[in-house]
């Protein structure tokens, strides 16, 4: 399964011209419906919809349709439509000025007092009338289904390029645990000398008075204690295992960022185990640098979903 990012963003649009099988009504310009949907990371499915009046009523399926195929990201869908009449003139019908004539009859009858319509007032009836007369029922979800598809493309695109990213930082990493692996051997015979050559001096300065063995004794036992102390091959094995699992997950894809981000900071605490124990520059060098790489990895896992 591929790696989604939980960041992206498509965009659609639809385009119709009014039907009309009166003869007498004019063809009308065409009107566009825009849809948008983006989205950054969270830790849950968090949407939200800025839908226009007249697509109200499709925000439960929208939201089902999102729910059935996302599972984290802050997701804002838009929708916008556009009216092909919007800047010009309406011009109304003849089967319109028949029938606000009609009606402005009836009105006066009973209120006599009214007045009557202008030309601006018939021009504003005929815009609103031809504005609201498409029914974009059967265009919303199939537009909607569009849209998350490309999404889905974006965030999948965005994701190989973060695993891709990931992996390398796993080889990085690896290679510095490396480098970690025989500096702790050669630490400990180089303390275990130094502690030999100081029983040597504090014998010839004791002239005898201590017993040669029992100095030994004592400069072995500071050696071993100082091994115990730095022996970081524990954090090595744990830092491994943990790399080996993250390149499982990344390769095997899904919905895998909440698991990754878990080991990142378990990773994280090995390196920062790794550093207490330095007992030389190049391994504190070491530390430092799997701990960059590291948090560079915990920046982009926080996209993935």
Known sequence: MPVYSMTGYASAQHSTASPSTDTETRSMPPSRLGLEIRSVNSRFLDLSFRLPEELRQYEP??????????????????????????????????????????????????????????????????????????????????????????????????????????????????????????????LVEQQRLRFMERWKEAMALTDGATAPDAAQDRALTEATSFAIRIDVAEEITRLNSHLDELERLIKKGGEIGKRLDFLIQELHREANTLGSKSAALELTHISVDMKVFIEQMREQVQNIE
């Open 61 to 186: 399926p929208l939201r089902e349709l999102l729910t059935s195929r996302l599972k984290r990201g802050k997701v804002e869908v838009r929708a916008a439509i556009e009216s092909g009449t919007s800047g010009t003139i309406a011009d109304p019908t003849t089967r319109l000025i028949q029938r606000l004539n009609a009606i402005q009859d009836n009105v006066r009858s009973w209120l006599p007092q009214a007045q009557p319509l202008s030309v601006a007032d018939v021009i504003r009836l005929a815009s609103n009338e031809q504005g609201g007369s498409h029914d974009w029922s059967q265009d919303v979800m199939p537009l909607a289904e569009q849209t998350l598809k490309e999404l889905l493309s974006a965030r999948q695109r965005e994701g190989a390029r973060l695993a891709t990213m990931l992996l390398g930082h796993i080889g990085q990493l690896r290679a510095l645990a490396q480098q970690a692996v025989p500096l702790v051997p050669k």
